[in-house]
């Protein structure tokens, strides 16, 4: 079963707008990241947050952690076509490896010109 | 610094045959980890392999198995294909055990 669950599924926006990816887990975590993939492509590493992390940057990326609510979110600020993708949340449960992370089913981001 | 190339990009079997992938990690990466990703399942976690060995493996059937070489290189083998092995596999390196994974662009296979 997915550990990640992202919200929503779908989202559209206009380019300049800012685009905000929610990602729900279930168990507790020892981090937490980011990865985009454009369609038919592997994924790329956007961001790692660790669980005793509230909050990250990384360019037009913010990323938050709220581990109270088992809860993180991805804001992408001043969208561009280009980052039309599927963004998707992924977990390390504590104790676990880091490299069997466990994905959501990913959010698709269309930004319109 | 070459990516993660994995080999071949496309490739088309037929149900009860057997199928062999292949991934080259970045140069230093000696983790190597295979996903299976598909519409209805999403990304699914197959095994990871370091230094020749198996660590983690994912909840699959013995058909699906794996194996890493000395030079970090590694070849995944799905035997007796069923329609349902039809996904993209993706796979991954990554440099140590808190570092990012590093992903291929993956191979489609597609089983009829």
């Known amino acids: 079963s997915q550990q990640g669950e992202e919200d929503p599924q779908a989202l559209s926006i206009q380019e300049g707008e800012n685009a905000t990816m929610n990602c729900s887990y279930k168990?507790?975590?020892?981090?937490l990241q980011w990865y985009r993939q454009n369609s038919g492509r592997g994924l790329v590493h956007l961001i790692l947050?660790?669980?005793?992390?509230r909050e990250k940057h990384s360019g037009r990326l913010r990323v938050t952690l709220d581990t109270s609510k088992k809860s993180s979110s991805l804001l992408i600020t001043a969208s561009r076509a280009a980052d039309t993708a599927s963004y998707f949340c992924?977990?390390?449960?504590?104790?676990?490896?880091?490299?069997?992370?466990?994905f959501g089913k990913g959010t698709l981001l269309t930004v319109n010109p | 610094k070459a990516g993660v190339t994995q080999t071949p990009r496309y490739l088309i079997k037929t149900r009860g045959q057997q199928v062999t992938l292949s991934c080259s990690p970045i140069?230093?990466?000696?983790?190597v980890s295979w996903y299976q990703q598909t519409p209805g399942q999403g990304l699914q976690f197959l095994f990871e392999?370091?230094?020749?060995?198996?660590?983690n493996k994912g909840n699959f059937p013995g058909r699906f198995s794996g194996r890493q070489f000395s030079n970090s290189r590694s070849e995944m083998n799905v035997s007796t294909l069923e329609l349902g092995d039809s996904a993209l596999y993706l796979c991954?390196?990554?440099?140590?055990?808190?570092?990012?994974?590093?992903f291929g662009n993956g191979t489609r296979l597609t089983v009829t």
């Open positions: 140069s230093g990466h000696r983790s």
């Open positions: 992924a977990t390390v449960p504590s104790g676990g490896s880091n490299y069997k992370l466990t």
């Open positions: 168990t507790s975590i020892n981090n």
């Open positions: 947050i660790r669980s005793n992390e």
């Open positions: 392999y370091f230094s020749e060995t198996q660590r």
């Open positions: 991954a390196s990554s440099f140590g055990w808190d570092s990012p994974l590093h």
